[in-house]
């Protein structure tokens, strides 16, 4: 599987930043394709995870209401917005994908679902 991830910067706290991932080399119709994240000193953190087949999407808690995902099924192509951006969300963002997806209800069960993951973009929220 091959990704391609764009839309990482440096922005101030409450700004906004849009990641895009454009996934490829599979042919799987069912998939589930998400973000996590991960920060020097934290624990990796799902971020968000949405169904390529029905458009269900689960979020993290530390960003529902903030951040919205977005897919185009056709292209195989996911989108992060993340809106009201804070210190606590710098990090380094992964695209990753579940090629065999069970019911996911919750980013612990789609970190242990991940199979593929990308290079990563950094965000960076500094004042």
């Known amino acids: 599987v091959h990704f391609v991830e764009s839309g990482g910067g440096s922005v101030q706290p409450g700004d906004s930043l849009r990641l895009s991932c454009a996934a490829s080399?599979?042919?799987?119709?069912?998939?589930?394709i998400g973000w996590f994240r991960e920060a020097p000193g934290k624990e990796r953190q799902g971020v968000a995870s949405?169904?390529?087949?029905?458009?269900?999407?689960v979020y993290g808690d530390s960003v529902k209401g903030r951040f919205i995902a977005s897919r185009d099924k056709a292209l195989k192509t996911a989108s992060l917005q993340m809106n009201s951006l804070e210190s606590e969300d710098a990090a380094v963002y992964y695209c990753?994908?579940?090629?065999?997806?069970?019911?996911?209800?919750?980013?612990?069960?789609?970190?242990?679902?991940?199979?593929?993951w990308g290079q990563g973009t950094q965000v960076t929220v500094s004042s």
């Open positions: 990753a994908i579940d090629l065999n997806p069970r019911g996911i209800t919750s980013m612990t069960d789609f970190l242990r679902g991940m199979d593929w």
């Open positions: 949405i169904r390529s087949i029905d458009g269900s999407i």
């Open positions: 080399g599979f042919t799987k119709e069912d998939y589930v």
